[in-house]
């Protein structure tokens, strides 16, 4: 596995690669790994034969400081889990490769105005930014998100599909703790009953589909019964919990076709996001979470 640092250097080697007719997958990460982003990885390579991770802790994204500078990193370590899991080149740029002098960015209208965007301002600019920017150096067959973000996968399949950036997004399920807790490099900062209560976010998932299940279809009763569950595991702060249209993320007063559950709180000081898809398919309807 190669560690590349610099734009020069990987695209050299990508560009070799190319001539070899190889297919490029594309993983982007902020690091300190687990199975979540591999399994990225795995989706990845099912696609394509040549498998590229950044990472790089994206400062432009954080709209708290304090957030970025724990942010928690351990390159060795994400170099061989990346390893392990067939990532064939590592990209690990630092601040002054990505950003130097930036002027541009890019940004999108109405989708960031809900859920994360409504609470962590400029957070998805300097997403989109790094993403554009990564896909511009790397230039993808194919790139794995996270249903995880549920938010960025969609606002980043918009992004490609308004720019015609040459690159099919896919969206990776999920992966989970055995007591349901998302995975996410954030978790490391859950201390004690933080963590234990932390699952309540889960459950309120599970809440959710139960009701859905028989009949209730309703943000003005999903709403709170979810509230309730996430508030009977002690959060710090709710930061949101909504009810949006898949391909808008504007809020609706009861499920469409394709409709996104999402869920934000604070567990001590460590923001946790989560969320479920709803499709109605007939009568019926499905929950992917
Ligand atoms: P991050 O390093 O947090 O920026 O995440 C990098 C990628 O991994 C994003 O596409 C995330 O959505 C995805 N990801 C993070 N956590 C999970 C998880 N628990 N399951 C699946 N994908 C995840």
Known sequence: MMIINTIAELRKHIASQRRNNKKIGFVPTMG???EGHLSLVG???QHSDYQVMSIFVN????NDPKDYTTYPRDYERDFALAKGAGVDLVFLPDDSEMYQNRLTYVDIEMMT???CGATRPGHFRGVLTVVAKLFNIVQPDYAVFGQKDIQQAIIIQKMVKDLDFPVTIIVAPIIREPDGLAMSS???HLKGQDRSNAVSIYKSLQKAEELIQQGVVQSYALIPAITDVITAGKPKKIDYVSVVDYETLQPIESLKEKSVIAVA???????????????KKGDAYTCVY
């Open 59 to 62: 400062k432009m994204q954080f």
């Open 113 to 115: 105005d809900h859920l």
């Open 32 to 34: 300190y790994l687990h």
């Open 265 to 279: 709180a604070f567990f001590g000081p460590t923001r946790l996001i989560d969320n479920m898809i709803v499709e």
């Open 43 to 45: 989706i990845s390579r």
């Open 186 to 188: 954030r978790n490391v």
